[in-house]
DNA sequence: AAGCATTACGGCGTACGTAATGATT
DNA sequence: AATCATTACGTACGCCGTAATGCTT
C-alpha cells in the first residue's frame, strides 16, 4: 500500500491505476487457467461429477471453479439444470478458447516427454575434426543408423565451443573441462601423443636419440595446446618427467595444415596417435623417441549437468563407451 | 489412503495403480498450466525478473514456478547463466505449446469480455407470431439497425418455450412467467383483451347488450389460454368481476387462424385488441360489449436470473422499454 | 556495486474435502 | 431412491514474499 502511495506521487494516478489494474489482470489470469481447463472437461463431459471424476477431485471443487470462473469473467457461462448443462453464447464461445487451451498444454507436455523417453529430436554433439572423423563417427556409425527418428548436428571447431550457446548435448574433448561444475566430464579412453616427423626431415638434420637432442630442432606448434613448443616425456627407466623446450616457427590451430606441414619436412610435430595412424602405417611420418613415451591425454565426453537426461544424451553416451571399450589398449 | 487400499482389494493392483496415476496425472496437469505460463512469459521476456514484474510476483515466486515444472516434467527446459538464458531442445518445444495455450486463453477472455461488453453476437428473442410481427419487430425495427454487428433470432412459437433449451435471452409473454425464480420477468406495457365478432355473425345471432346474453353464443377458443372458453368482466359501476362460460366448439392454437374463423362467422372470441387493430378499424370486426372491460394482460419481458447479463441483452430491454413506454395508454 | 537467480523458511490465503441441502429423474 | 449440483465451513496444503547467498557484469 505504501508502495502505491509512494508510485501515485511520482506519476499520475491513472497510469498508476491502470498498471496496477494490469498486474492484478495478470494474476488473475493466471489463477484462472486451471479453472479454464476444468470448464473445457466439465463442457466435455456435460457434467460436474464426471469431470470430477475425470480429474480426480470432488464435485464440490469443480462446482466452485465454475462458480469463481463465472464471477472473475462477470458473465454465466453455462446454465445448469440438475440434470442438464447447456452453454450460453459466451459459454460456448469460451469453450472454443479452453478446449484449445488445453490441447496445447496437452500437446506441449506430450512432445517433451516424447523428446525426453524416446531417441527423437536432435542431437547436437561438438567435437574437433580430427575426433569426428576418426573416432566419433566410427564409433556412432551404428547407433546413428539404428535411430532414423534422430537428427545429429556435429558442430566441428577446433576451439572449445560453450554448451549452453551452441545448445551442445555432448561435447567431446581431451581437456576434461574447465572445472565448471555445471559440467560433467566422462572419461571415454586414453589417447597416446607421439612425436613424430617426415623421414625426409629425419634424414636431412641431426639424429634424434634422446629427449635432449630435440632443443636443436624446429616445431610445428598447434596453437590449442598450453605449451605448443614444449614436449613432455616419462622417462623409461625412473618414470620421472622430463620437459624439453624446442623452438617453434610455425603455428597453426588445424591438425590437418600441421599434418600437412610436418610430411613436407617443416619440423617437428606432437600430435595423437590417432591423427597420424595412416601414415605411420605407409611411411609418410615416424616415429620420434618411440621408446619414450609422452604423457597420454583422456578423451572425455562432457555434458551439462542435469538430474535428467534426455533418453538420447544417455544413450549415445552408452555407444560412446561401449565402442571405446572394444578399442585395443594402444591407439 | 483407505480409499486405495479398499480399491486394491476390489481391483486388480495394476489397473488401480494407472487409474491412480491418471488422477494424480490430471491434477498435476491442471497445476502445472499456471507454470506453463509463467514459463512463456520468462521465456518472451528472457529474465525472471522481467517476468515475474509483468506478473506482478517476485522473481522468487517465477524461479520456484519454473523449478516446479521442469521437476514435475523430469527435463531441464532452459539453462540460466545469471544473464542469459537459453532453451534446451524439449523447452524450445515445450515453449511453442505454452505459447499456443496462453495465446487461446487470452483469446478466450478478450472474446467473452466483447459479448460481455459490446452488442455483438447473436441475440435470440422469444415470442409468438402476433406479438412479434405487431409490436416487437416495429420497437426493435431502429434498434436493430444501428447494432450492425449483432445477429437477431426471432424464435416465434405458440408455446412457452423453455428459455435454457433454446438459449433464448429474452422471451416475451403474456403470462409474467411460471413462477420460476431463475427467471425475471419485466413488465412492459398493458395489453386489452376485447371480445369481438364479425358484422354477419352479430347480424344473425341474439343481440349482446350483457355479459349475460354471451351464453346463446359460441365462442372460438385460444387454447393457449388458461380458461378458452371462459370471459371475465369488469362490471362498469360496481367494479366487481364476473365470469360467463361461453360454448365453444372450434379451437385452435393458432391466433390467425382463430381471426379467420371470426371474420367468416363461426363465433365470437376473445382475442388482444393489438390482434385485430386493423381488423376493428376497417369494420370487419366489431367489438363486442365495448362497455364491459375485460382484464387485461400485462406483457412481460422475461430473461433468465443472472447477475451479469450481456450488454446486449440489458440493451435491447432497455429498447423495448423506451418504445413501448411511447405507446398511448388505449393498446 | 548493482542486478539477477536461487534457496530456505514461515505465514497467509485458498482451494479442496466433508457434510448437509435441494433438485431432478 | 439415486444421482447430481450447490453451499457452508474448517482445515491442510501450497504458494508466495522476505531475506540471505552466490554469481555475473
Redesign the pocket.
Known sequence: MSKATLAQLSKSTKSVTDSAGQVRQQ?NF??NL?NMAVFAYVVERR????A?RDL?????????????LEEEMGIVLMH??????SLTESGEAFYQSCQEMVEAAEQGRSRVNELRDDVVGDLRIATTPELCVNHIVPALSQWMQSHPQLNIHFEVENKNIDLIESRIDIALRMSPGLADSSMVARPLFQVNQILCASPEYLARYAPIKTPEDLQQHTMIAMELLKEPSQCEFIDPVTGKRLSVLLNARLFTNNVFLMKSLCTTGQGLMRVLHIDVQKELANGELIEVLPEWPMPGYTLYALTLRRERQPLKVTRCLEALLQHFSQLPIRH
Chains 1, 2 share one sequence.
Not at 80 to 85: D, F, G, I, Y
Open positions: 494474476r493466471l489463477e486451471r457434467s460436474f461429477s464426471a470430477a480426480g477431485v470432488t464435485t464440490s471443487a469443480v462446482s466452485q471453479q465454475i462458480r469463481a445448469r439444470s440438475t440434470r442438464k448443462l
